[in-house]
């Protein structure tokens, strides 16, 4: 099973940037999608953005304009900028290899003024 590490999350004024990066280790299916959900207090957990094997991506509307999701073999990372209050949650790292699903422990993302 592939594990995930996610790191980079904080406490950021709205406005400000933060970078996420989730390293996997593991036998990996070549072919693969590795994304990043978040999920804030008393809401469901949400995609915020994935990218495949590939290189195509998809956004959450929300985030489209802010955040950049990018992957280099086994790292794929979250740029965000321009975070807003409504950022705020846990973001997971999630990883799908033809439904071979493993997702990361979490790393809390506060923004705040």
């Known amino acids: 099973q592939v594990q995930l590490v996610e790191s980079g999350g904080g406490l950021v004024q709205p406005g400000g940037s933060l970078r996420l990066s989730c390293s996997a280790s593991g036998s990996m299916f070549s072919i693969n999608v590795m994304g990043w959900y978040r999920q804030a207090p008393g809401k469901q957990r949400e995609l915020v953005a994935r990218i495949h094997s590939g290189g195509s991506t998809n956004y959450a509307d929300s985030v489209k304009g802010r955040f950049t999701i990018s992957r280099d073999k086994k790292t794929v990372s979250l740029q965000m900028n321009s975070l807003k209050p409504e950022d705020t949650a846990v973001y997971y790292c999630?990883?799908?290899?033809?439904?071979?699903?493993?997702w990361g422990k979490g790393t809390l993302v506060t923004v705040s003024s």
């Open positions: 999630n990883y799908d290899g033809l439904g071979d699903v493993s």
